[in-house]
């Protein structure tokens, strides 16, 4: 009955899909104990932010039909205002909560703005759009280097308790300090899991239904007296809302904000990649896409790697298996999962046990 | 195009369509308000070629798309990668030929060129069959999917210009009779944009002339405004799209070459990157308008040049402002076509 409170009432649907999520939520709520070393927690926390980030794209694209390809600079703000304000202010929770309140004020004027001036027309008008502005802000931060420290970022310091430096208690727990890196790792991970389910409600809310029946048929969702407009200017300011924070999570457990970790226009490829694998329209193919995704990214470019090296003396086969072109296999596998499973992963699953 | 041609034989001139003059006067007026912003006249010569030269070669990129979305409403995300192979293919030419290209001679530099282009077009051409073939023939009528999967196309195509050129970035520097500059009075013109100038004025009255005085134009445009009609005429109005589809991706082809030895470096993402440019382009012209899409074009390099001399801070925002202005006065673009 709490479960049902907690999902919303959407449960994956699926018992290969369930082990799977429940695998992923225990190896991230443990990962400080079960894999200790900073790259593995870095990993960790990638994924819980990009679950965050790629369920919010979900809902612009999987939910409303909106192709958007702005994201990455709401996400890019959330960074930046954690990031300027902790740099100019100085280390303190009060310029956190300062610096999120600006990005997040910025985010929803900018996501209002663009909304409202571009969403009444067609969805192709919209990604135009939004790639317009989302490459114009990218050129803006990158050139401001006064303000925004240019390609280089802005490195900032945090508030005490989330230093690496600071111990909680002096003891280990099973062989792990719990020190300031921990505490923000367990504060990405909380609100992460907190902003998912938030999304999860929103999603299975009314006003989710209502998203749904614009993706399906906007005139239809027009007659029946939804004023679509509305509806999806509001998706997508919510869209904005969230990804800023998910922005925010990632700039605090990284003690930095720059153009290539945030603005850059491959995490917008990211987020694409991902929300397509792992299934538009379900939420849990965030989770599930952005695992895998996460993974591949920092593991199977060392399994490419032996492949190349193996096969060096073939000039054109080594090269398709190097390392740097991983993205290569994933568009790819993007292109066919569009055709041949346009739920991804999720519907996949879920299809398996229907049959 | 607004204007249209009446049937030969017709006993009575059929009514023109009025030239919808506005948008024609926009160019001329930013030009001159821009003289005495700039304040020196040879500056704004300058300026004003370069920003001529950037918009044609924009022009040519944009031209294909917005026929292509025009036609079979298929807006193609991945038309940036045949800029890129465009202007890659065109290495395979110029860098082994480099003793034409360094030779003292408009004749050896030209034919070295054109060797150049031809081949990066035909590559272009026949990679645009693919991508339709391939890539798009299965999710006409679905514009989500066409977003998705032609986004997922570049992605493959930019791979595999990394495959097979590798990951560095390839200079390309100009042919010896195309560096330097013409003396004007006192402005300065670099000779590299009025060539570029000129083909794009080229391209421009080439594909002005097909789609007024040719039959096939006829039909592309008649398919534009509204293909089911033309297929029940009994034209195959698919035949007719891969055609467009394939000189649109070659013409990105061609521009990719020019813009390449603009840029004199070539990179993977080059193309990418000036897809920003293009989309503003082809929103201000009108979607599916060609005429709309060359004064777009040269509205948008205009701009760039002029705000980049005056105030570099805004320069890179003033595409954005200046596509909010237009779709302000017109929301449809300058010259919106009739269907949409």
């Known amino acids: ?355 | 195009m607004t204007t249209t041609t009446p049937t030969a034989t017709a006993d009575a001139e059929l009514p023109r369509l009025r030239l919808d003059t506005p948008p024609l006067l926009v160019l001329p007026i930013l030009a001159l308000l821009a003289l005495p912003l700039v304040g020196s006249f040879p500056t704004w010569v300058t300026l004003t070629v370069a920003g001529l030269a950037m918009g044609m070669m924009i022009f040519i990129m944009a031209s294909g798309l917005t026929l292509v979305f025009g036609l079979m409403d298929v807006l193609n995300f991945g038309h940036g990668a045949f800029v890129s192979v465009g202007a890659f293919t065109a290495t395979l030419v110029l860098l082994p030929m480099q003793g034409w290209m360094q030779a003292d001679s408009v004749l050896l530099n030209l034919s070295a060129l054109g060797l150049a282009i031809a081949l990066a077009m035909l590559v272009t051409g026949a990679l645009g069959w693919a991508f339709e073939r391939i890539i798009v023939m299965p999710v006409y009528g679905q514009h989500l999917k066409q977003i998705l999967i032609t986004m997922g196309g570049m992605i493959v195509a930019e791979q595999m210009i990394h495959v097979v050129w590798g990951p560095d970035q390839i200079p390309l520097p100009l042919p010896t009779s195309f560096r330097g500059v013409i003396l004007v009075g006192d402005a300065a013109v670099e000779k590299y944009r009025l060539i570029a100038v000129a083909v794009g004025l080229v391209v421009f009255a080439a594909m002005f002339l097909v789609l007024n005085r040719t039959k096939v134009g006829l039909l592309i445009r008649a398919g534009v405004e509204n293909g089911e009609m033309v297929e029940a005429l009994g034209y195959r109005i698919r035949r007719l799209f891969v055609g467009v589809f394939v000189a649109g991706s070659a013409l990105a082809g061609l521009g990719g070459v020019l813009w390449g030895l603009y840029k004199e470096t070539l990179t993977a993402t080059m193309g990418g990157d000036i897809m920003v440019l293009v989309f503003i382009v082809i929103i201000i012209g009108g979607l599916g308008s060609v005429g709309g899409c060359f004064i777009g074009a040269l509205l948008v390099a205009l701009v760039a040049n002029y705000t980049g001399f005056l105030a570099p801070k805004i320069a890179l925002v003033s595409n954005i402002l200046l596509m909010v202005a237009i779709l302000l006065w017109r929301p449809q673009g300058l010259y919106p076509v009739a269907k949409r």
């Open chain 1, 1 to 355: 009955m709490m479960l049902h409170r907690l999902l919303s009432g959407d449960f994956p649907r699926s018992r290969i899909l369930a082990l799977a999520l429940l695998a992923i939520v225990a190896a991230l709520a443990l990962a400080p104990f079960l894999f200790p070393g900073a790259r593995a927690l870095n990993v960790a926390a990638t994924i819980c932010v990009f679950v965050v980030l790629v369920a919010s794209y979900d809902l612009l694209l999987g939910y409303t039909g909106i192709v958007s390809f702005a994201h990455t600079m709401f996400y890019g703000i959330g960074a930046y205002g954690i990031g300027l304000t902790l740099h100019s202010v100085g280390p303190t929770w009060g310029a956190v909560f300062m610096g999120l309140t600006i990005a997040l004020l910025l985010s929803l004027a900018l996501a209002l703005v663009i909304g409202l001036f571009s969403l009444r027309v067609k969805a192709i008008f919209y990604a135009m759009i939004t790639l317009a502005v989302a490459s114009a802000f990218a050129v803006l931060a990158s050139q401001l280097s006064d303000f925004t420290g240019g390609e280089d970022g802005r490195t900032f310091g945090v508030p005490e308790l989330l230093r690496p430096g600071f111990r909680l208690v002096e003891a280990e727990v099973f062989g792990t300090a719990i020190n300031g890196k921990l505490i923000t790792y367990y504060l990405v991970f909380f609100s992460a899991l907190a902003l998912f389910l938030l999304l999860l409600r929103v999603v299975n809310s009314p006003f989710g239904r209502v998203l749904q029946a614009i993706r399906e048929n906007d005139f239809r969702a027009e007659a029946l007296g939804y004023r679509t407009v509305v509806y999806r200017t509001l998706a997508n300011c919510l869209s904005a809302v969230v990804a800023t924070l998910a922005g925010a999570l990632m700039a605090l457990w990284l003690r930095y904000a720059g153009p290539q970790t945030t603005l850059s226009f491959t995490i917008m490829m990211d987020i694409l990649l991902i929300v397509v694998i792992g299934g538009m329209g379900t939420l849990y193919g965030a989770v599930v896409g952005a695992a895998l995704f996460i993974l591949a990214q920092n593991y199977l470019q060392a399994l490419m790697k032996q492949g190349s090296d193996a096969l060096v003396a073939v000039p054109l086969l080594a090269n398709l298996l190097h390392p740097d072109r991983w993205l290569l296999w994933l568009g790819v596998l993007f292109v066919l999962s569009v055709y041949f499973f346009p739920t991804g992963i999720v519907g996949k699953l879920r299809n398996l046990k229907r049959s």
